[in-house]
């Protein structure tokens, strides 16, 4: 009896069915590893490259020159001009990231924590750990100052003009 119901066909799965299933769960595999593998690899690749947006396009240089300081709200910059040249001051506080404001000794302070710097941006009172930070400004092709948000520099740096 037992030996009739292996070989009789009525009690087996059809074996195209069986290779089917087999042959669809492997590629199944084999995709699934496929796009794991895409994924891990791309890992180290950023969506977003910050250098893009970093770069911002001020307006033409002549009022910035003859202002000694301009607020540019937009991206959160003060420019100074001197004798020397132009410099930028970032107005984002160095503890929590809020926007500071000028105070009446030409300084700056910070309306979230009480932070305050002098006028060249150096901490006078807490808790703002750093300094306010220096930017980078270069001029375009077409005559434009430029600020670079991501580029750090001195508070001795001009951009002479
Ligand atoms: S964010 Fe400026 S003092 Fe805290």
Redesign the pocket.
Known sequence: MNNELQTNPRFQAPPQRRDFLGIASMWSAVVALGVATLGALRLPMPSVFPESDSRAKLGPLEPFLATAVTVVPKHRIWIYADSDGLYAISAV??????I?SKSEDGGFF??????RFDAGGLVTA???PKPLTYLELTVSPDGQLVVDKQKETTAETRLSV
């Open positions: 506080c160095t503890h929590l990231g809020c500071v910070c309306p979230c924590h009480g932070s807490g808790p703002a």
